[in-house]
């Protein structure tokens, strides 16, 4: 079957900026990829460092011995998330190279044969998960990436997804703007958030569907999410995708910490 993206899907995610596909998985898959997200969240927290640093909205537990980084929900032990992850985990490295995935980003990368860039697992606990501010991804990866305008993401929602339990909310048609205005405010990484001026009037779209569902978007649509305010898990696997040949973000973060390691008057990192 092919899983690239039809002709009506290309012209949505031109006038949109991200295609929505239903239960592309079904929920036994789902169910799949959960449960070893889960044994990779447990694994990861028995061996966490415990050297927390504030940046922007966000806490950060970086283990350089797994080559990822936790994400606490505050100064819980709640984790909201973790990336990378491929590399921990052969189960999901597998899925991230399913065709469901990897061929819409023919489009979305303008690359015949995508390859990761990154990966990530966004947990909102129930009544625990807090939300995640107006951004676009491209500033993240922007001066890092090959080429930040080329990575696109597949987010997969594991569980059913609502308003209330905080799901993804898109604004359709921010892509065209390029890049949007950021935050002066707040710390380097903070400021990689939407500055809230150019929040006003900006109406977001919730995506409300059904587990095993994924949308597919680029690095300058406009997203956030809410916190999760119900009883129900709100789960989601991101895989990010850039043309092939092109170096892993795991690969560039070494690079930059042996640079950084090497720059005179830095310790070793």
């Known amino acids: 079957m092919d899983h690239r993206l039809t002709a009506v899907e290309l012209d949505g995610l031109e006038r949109d900026g991200y295609v929505l596909r239903r239960e592309v998985f079904d929920r036994g898959e789902a169910a799949e990829m959960t449960a070893a997200c889960e044994e990779l969240v447990h694994r990861l927290v028995a061996q966490r460092r415990g050297d927390r640093h504030v940046?922007?909205?966000?806490?950060?537990?970086?283990?350089?011995?797994?080559?990822?980084?936790?994400?606490?929900?505050g100064d819980s032990d709640v984790v909201h998330g973790i990336e990378p992850l491929a590399h921990l985990s052969p189960e999901l490295a597998g899925?991230?190279?399913d065709a469901r995935f990897v061929a819409p980003m023919v489009a979305l990368a303008d690359d015949p044969a995508p390859t990761l860039f990154t990966e990530k697992l966004n947990l909102k606990r129930p009544r625990h998960g807090g939300r995640n501010p107006l951004h676009q991804d491209f500033p993240y990866w922007e001066g890092f990436a090959t080429d930040a305008s080329r990575i696109a993401t597949a987010m997969l929602f594991l569980d059913d997804a609502s308003l209330d339990n905080g799901t993804l909310e898109v604004v359709p048609g921010s892509h065209t703007q390029g890049k949007w205005t950021t935050r002066r405010d707040r710390d380097d990484f903070g400021n990689l958030e939407i500055d809230p001026s150019a929040e006003a009037g900006v109406t977001t779209v919730p995506i409300e569907v059904e587990a095993g569902s994924v949308v597919y978007f680029g690095a300058f649509l406009v997203h956030k999410s809410a916190p999760n305010r119900s009883a129900d898990e709100r789960r989601s696997l991101l895989f990010s995708y850039q043309p092939g040949g092109w170096p892993h973000a795991r690969e560039l973060l070494r690079e930059r910490r042996a640079n950084a390691s090497a720059s005179p008057g830095r310790g070793r990192a």
């Open 95 to 97: 899925w991230a190279m």
């Open 55 to 73: 940046f922007g909205s966000y806490v950060f537990d970086r283990d350089d011995e797994a080559d990822t980084t936790i994400k606490w929900e």
